[in-house]
């Protein structure tokens, strides 16, 4: 009788790993704990010339913790992520290099994007690494880089017989969630931490209907700088709630760290931004853009963002709150907090326009009947900032419908790169506030 009580306890002991996994992740076969995807069972082979799209998915479907091992690049095609799973990259991955026969580019639907399709895309031709609702349980660590080879994709923005082809086919290097699906904890409990994401075609690292999902010590590159060199390349480009994303860095052409609605309760500290835009909060309800003939257009608000501690280098702007059409939804109690300027373009742009173009806002009011024009900031602080510029300390342009309220300048000192003197002051539109003595240029906002 103790023997046969020893042997259970026993077989209890030896498959408590394995019944583990299997309760967390409510699937109906054994996980087993830990994979390494070059072993026989899966034969990765990590050359960078043989595809290992199948072995790392076998690995991640059978396994709680695949690892892909230092000194390898594996490269591949499209792999989906599960819950209650951990990515460990001490390797490399290496995507797809081939652009004519990337999943997606088979996809006549790709022109289209995600909110304006009327038939369902396939999730997994837009992203290398992709993941979608139910989601949860999901880390990605280690030392190695994701490398997106976004300098093929990039070139086909002038390539004019491609339309906007080239825009919504190329695949971002990982995408957590769907576009069109914002409900808090669509995808939950997720961590990203120690990798490095290098040129992806589109943004980098996305993520919709988040919750509770925590990115550190993450390095987003691009080989170009700006724009004109590395198109839409995003750094984290997310939605959601209880956000943290911090001691990290992104190099980029596009926003830095793009908040998107609905979202609330984020955290971006202690980032460095170059090359690019600069973290921003996107009032822009793409998400569910519904088009003319169904005018449900609100997405949410972005509520209670703080930017802290954040360092510049050359970006386009040192701060921003942005709208696009249909210029719906708020952002309120968003913090700019203790960040340093070095030679950005201007200090901040806040703007309810088409990215500050007044002359194309007025004409999309004139042509498209979607537009509502109600889009709004409130109990905005901006405190400790400081730093050089190169043209002005920037602007704050409102909508005249529905004014910007609550403004609060705390410290804030910009400079000219060239002399070092007191920068061109500000340009405002519609919008109140308050400013402390300790700032410089005053901020042109009307006193309530």
Known sequence: MRDACHLRIFIILTLLPFLSSYVASGEKTLLIPVCDVTSKEFGA????????????????????????????????RPIQLLSNRHLQLNGNLAAWRNVT??????????????????????QQKESLIWGIQPLNGVIISGNGTVFGDGWRWWPLRNDTKHGEYWHNCRPKLLFLGQNHITKYGSISGVIVNGV???????????GRGLSNATFYNVKITTTGCGYSQAP?????????????????????????????????NVLVQNINCSCGNPPVAVVWPAS????RNNKSFYAGDIVNVTFDHINLFGTSSGLAIKSLSPFVGTAKNIQFTNIVMKGVQIGMAIN????????????????????????????ILIENVTGT?????????????????????KNVKLKSINNKTEAKG?????????????CSPLPCLARP
């Open 45 to 76: 082979v990590g050359d960078n010339v043989t595809e290992d799209t199948a072995a790392i998915q076998n690995a991640l479907n059978q396994c709680s913790k695949v690892i892909l091992p230092k000194h390898y690049t594996f490269y591949i």
């Open 101 to 122: 026969t990337w999943p997606n580019s088979t996809n006549k639907k790709c022109s289209e994007t995600g909110y304006t399709s009327k038939t369902k895309l396939v």
């Open 196 to 206: 490095t994401f290098k040129d992806s075609p589109f943004w980098t690292v996305t």
């Open 232 to 264: 839409n390349t995003d750094g984290f480009n997310l939605q959601g709630e209880n956000i943290l994303v911090h001691e990290s860095s992104v190099k980029n052409g596009d926003d830095c760290v793009p908040i998107f609605p609905p979202s609330r």
């Open 288 to 291: 569910n853009h519904r088009g």
């Open 352 to 379: 309810f326009f088409h990215q500050g173009l007044v002359s194309q806002m007025k004409d999309e009011m004139i042509s498209n009947s979607d537009t509502l024009l109600n889009a709004s900031a409130s109990s």
């Open 389 to 409: 510029v190169i043209d002005n300390a920037g602007h704050i342009n409102c909508l005249g419908s529905t004014p910007c309220n609550f403004f609060h300048f």
């Open 426 to 438: 500000y340009s405002c539109m519609n919008v109140s506030g308050t400013y402390d003595d300790n």
